[in-house]
């Protein structure tokens, strides 16, 4: 992190993206930008293109139409080298957790330090204890990830996608899956590195009670609009929006999470 | 006293009092990790500080790393006695530090690697692997021949749709490949049988000793080998991620019997094709051999076919049928078996697969040993 980074600076601009597979068009003409150290949030309903629009982030799809910068640099044209070091600056938490079943959680962890940075053993395994401390892991180096419950799996993911110190972290559904209390740890511990750390968070959710705790700034992507439909603060969209389906998803969903505790299901 | 490595500076200033003032600037983070750790090593020698101050004023970043090794300093400092404090902590940097747990380096794993207590503790555990591994392969006999008695008393219960698209993919999308092996081994065999025979002038042999290995022995082998490969291991990899999903979980609570429904149509489908690509591959091997015979031996066509046909009976025939038949329950069934031991991820179907594939060639080969004997007596 740059201490004097932080503030309204784009790290990631998203121009008149277009995302089609096949003739299915899933996104259209969509554009935002997300600032250094916010805790950016990517809702709708199911099927309405959350999740690839965070691939197009990352680079795991290349749009139809449209480009996708982060830190400048633009993922789907720019040379390899410029690529890689884009890689180098995020962290991805995929919705399963995504850990390597043929290895420990250390061996998982130690992934990207061992391959993108020559440290000596001593100290890999140092920060690995460190950042599965960081996630409320500490002990369990030595586990294999079929031995983890689905909300360590997902822990353990978040330790893996910040070894690095990324200053950009993805998260695909952080809460999906897990009780309210796992959950609610979960955005405990995300909250507490974008304020330690000053990373920028992109979250995909649809987890209301979540996006009511954490979030700086949301976006909503409707199925039928195949783009954005309403942009703000999540507080102020659920007072102020005029958008009907913005109404229903914010105040009833708001209003169930409130009662029973739970994640809004979509 | 000045370091400079990478992007960060340390520069150490000791009073005449042993006061010594650490001030780092610059970056500190894992690009400069080893040597910063390898510095603040260097400062511990031949010093006995009475007080330190680590003055951060200058730090432009810090990551989680750049912290610990903070955090690190001030844990050595205090285990030395020494009083140790920071100076100039910005708040982002406070955020950082106050995110990390020291407490977790010291944290023993739970999980301890095991060490092998010798020999004996080796040869006892693979002996209980075993006996285990049998008992479940004995488990699952029991399961798969109640499945089949009810499949006999009501045939309708099978899913015939899941049956015939099993005999396509075992029997006619395993046609290339039999046909290839099957033809080459009939090729190489003639040939090199013929080398050995030409200096007897008993080249006329060299049809008969095809047709009878390809018909007794090879045939059945060979057929039973590559679907073994091609689709014993297809179906423990199938079942193993069905397994990993909760898919065969779902299929029980549903109110399935999952040897049943996953296992009886390939174990079904691969008795009835087996024997016919057991068939199909000693005709080619006979092909193969004649091609040797009439382009090499100046045979006829006609009089190598006849020679082949002449050196097997009805009871050859017969008994490879059954001895593939049997061959073809080992395969699909152990690759079921293998298929639902699968727990854990992805390397665990990799490991059934695998399993599958070995513990059905040797199982063809014992099969084949019992047979070879029981059919010496019979005949």
């Known amino acids: 992190?740059?201490?004097?980074?932080?503030?309204?600076?784009?790290?990631?601009?998203?121009?008149?993206?277009?995302?089609?597979?096949?003739?299915?068009?899933?996104?259209?003409?969509?554009?935002?930008?997300?600032?250094?150290?916010?805790?950016?949030?990517?809702?709708?309903?199911?099927?309405?293109?959350?999740?690839?629009?965070?691939?197009?982030?990352?680079?795991?799809?290349?749009?139809?139409?449209?480009?996708?910068?982060?830190?400048?640099?633009?993922?789907?044209?720019?040379?390899?080298?410029?690529?890689?070091?884009?890689?180098?600056?995020?962290?991805?938490?995929?919705?399963?957790?995504?850990?390597?079943?043929?290895?420990?959680?250390?061996?998982?962890?130690?992934?990207?330090?061992?391959?993108?940075?020559?440290?000596?053993?001593?100290?890999?395994?140092?920060?690995?204890?460190?950042?599965?401390?960081?996630?409320?892991?500490?002990?369990?180096?030595?586990?294999?990830?079929?031995?983890?419950?689905?909300?360590?799996?997902?822990?353990?993911?978040?330790?893996?996608?910040?070894?690095?110190?990324?200053?950009?972290?993805?998260?695909?559904?952080?809460?999906?899956?897990?009780?309210?209390?796992?959950?609610?740890?979960?955005?405990?511990?995300?909250?507490?590195?974008?304020?330690?750390?000053?990373?920028?968070?992109?979250?995909?959710?649809?987890?209301?009670?979540?996006?009511?705790?954490i979030a700086h700034r949301v976006i909503m992507l409707d199925k039928g609009d195949k783009g954005i439909i309403a942009e703000g603060v999540p507080a102020q969209l659920k007072e102020n929006s005029d958008d009907p389906r913005v109404i229903q998803f914010f105040n009833r969903s708001l209003d169930e999470a409130k009662t029973q505790g739970t994640a809004y299901g979509g | 006293m000045k370091n400079r490595s990478r992007d960060y500076t340390l520069s150490i200033r000791e009073d005449d009092g042993h006061q010594v003032t650490l001030l780092i600037s610059g970056r500190m983070d894992l690009m400069g990790l080893d040597s910063l750790n390898a510095d603040l090593e260097a400062f511990w020698m031949d010093r006995t500080p009475v007080r330190i101050t680590a003055d951060l004023s200058g730090v432009e970043s810090m990551d989680s790393a750049g912290a610990m090794m903070m955090l690190r300093l001030e844990e050595r400092a205090q285990a030395a006695g020494v009083p140790f404090e920071f100076a100039h902590v910005s708040e982002p940097l406070r955020g950082i530090m106050g995110l990390l747990n020291m407490q977790a380096l010291r944290i023993d794993p739970l999980l301890q690697e095991k060490e092998s207590e010798g020999i004996f503790d080796l040869l006892g555990a693979t002996a209980?692997?075993?006996?285990?591994?049998?008992r479940q392969v004995m488990i699952f006999v029991g399961e798969l021949l109640t499945a089949m008695t009810h499949v006999i008393r009501r045939p309708s219960a099978v899913r015939w749709n899941a049956v015939f698209l099993y005999m396509k993919k075992v029997g006619v999308d395993g046609f290339p490949i039999v046909t290839l092996i099957s033809l080459l081994i009939g090729v190489i065999m003639a040939f090199m049988s013929s080398l050995q025979l030409k200096q007897f002038g008993a080249t006329t042999y060299v049809a008969p000793l095809v047709a009878f290995a390809m018909v007794r022995e090879l045939g059945p082998m060979m057929t039973a080998i590559?679907?073994?490969?091609?689709?014993?291991?297809?179906?423990?990899?199938?079942?193993?991620?069905?397994?990993?999903?909760?898919?065969?979980?779902?299929?029980?609570?549903?109110?399935?019997?999952?040897?049943?429904?996953?296992?009886?149509?390939?174990?079904?489908?691969?008795?009835?094709?087996?024997?016919?690509?057991?068939?199909?591959?000693?005709?080619?091997?006979?092909?193969?051999?004649?091609?040797?015979?009439?382009?090499?031996?100046?045979?006829?066509?006609?009089?190598?076919?006849?020679?082949?046909?002449?050196?097997?009976?009805?009871?050859?025939?017969?008994?490879?049928?059954?001895?593939?038949?049997?061959?073809?329950?080992?395969?699909?069934?152990?690759?079921?078996?293998?298929?639902?031991?699968?727990?854990?991820?992805?390397?665990?179907?990799?490991?059934?697969?695998?399993?599958?594939?070995?513990?059905?060639?040797?199982?063809?080969?014992?099969?084949?040993?019992?047979?070879?004997?029981?059919?010496?007596?019979?005949?």
């Open chain 1, 1 to 213: 992190m740059i201490l004097q980074d932080i503030g309204r600076q784009p790290v990631i601009v998203v121009e008149n993206l277009t995302m089609r597979f096949g003739d299915d068009i899933i996104l259209q003409d969509v554009s935002f930008k997300v600032f250094r150290g916010e805790i950016f949030v990517i809702v709708g309903g199911s099927g309405c293109g959350k999740t690839v629009l965070m691939k197009n982030m990352i680079g795991l799809y290349r749009p139809s139409a449209g480009r996708v910068l982060v830190e400048g640099i633009d993922i789907n044209i720019d040379s390899e080298k410029a690529l890689s070091s884009v890689r180098y600056r995020i962290g991805v938490l995929f919705q399963s957790g995504a850990m390597i079943g043929s290895m420990s959680l250390a061996e998982n962890v130690a992934l990207p330090l061992s391959e993108q940075r020559r440290l000596s053993p001593a100290l890999i395994d140092m920060i690995v204890k460190m950042k599965l401390g960081m996630v409320n892991l500490a002990g369990y180096e030595n586990h294999m990830p079929a031995a983890l419950s689905g909300g360590m799996k997902k822990r353990a993911g978040l330790a893996r996608a910040m070894v690095m110190d990324p200053t950009i972290l993805f998260f695909d559904e952080p809460s999906s899956g897990l009780d309210p209390v796992t959950a609610a740890e979960l955005d405990h511990t995300i909250r507490g590195i974008n304020e330690g750390m000053g990373t920028t968070m992109i979250i995909v959710s649809h987890d209301l009670a979540s996006i009511q705790n």
């Open chain 2, 128 to 134: 209980q692997r075993r006996f285990s591994d049998f």
């Open chain 2, 226 to 379: 590559l679907v073994a490969g091609r689709s014993g291991s297809a179906f423990s990899a199938e079942i193993g991620s069905m397994m990993i999903n909760e898919e065969v979980d779902a299929l029980t609570t549903m109110g399935f019997d999952p040897v049943q429904f996953l296992a009886v149509p390939k174990v079904l489908a691969s008795v009835i094709v087996v024997p016919l690509l057991t068939i199909y591959s000693a005709f080619f091997g006979i092909v193969g051999g004649m091609m040797v015979g009439v382009l090499g031996l100046d045979l006829t066509a006609y009089g190598y076919l006849q020679q082949s046909i002449d050196s097997f009976q009805v009871f050859d025939v017969v008994s490879s049928l059954i001895k593939s038949m049997v061959f073809a329950i080992l395969i699909s069934g152990i690759a079921c078996q293998r298929g639902f031991q699968v727990r854990g991820g992805a390397d665990a179907v990799g490991e059934a697969t695998t399993s599958a594939v070995v513990s059905a060639i040797f199982l063809i080969i014992l099969a084949n040993s019992a047979f070879a004997i029981i059919l010496y007596y019979i005949h």
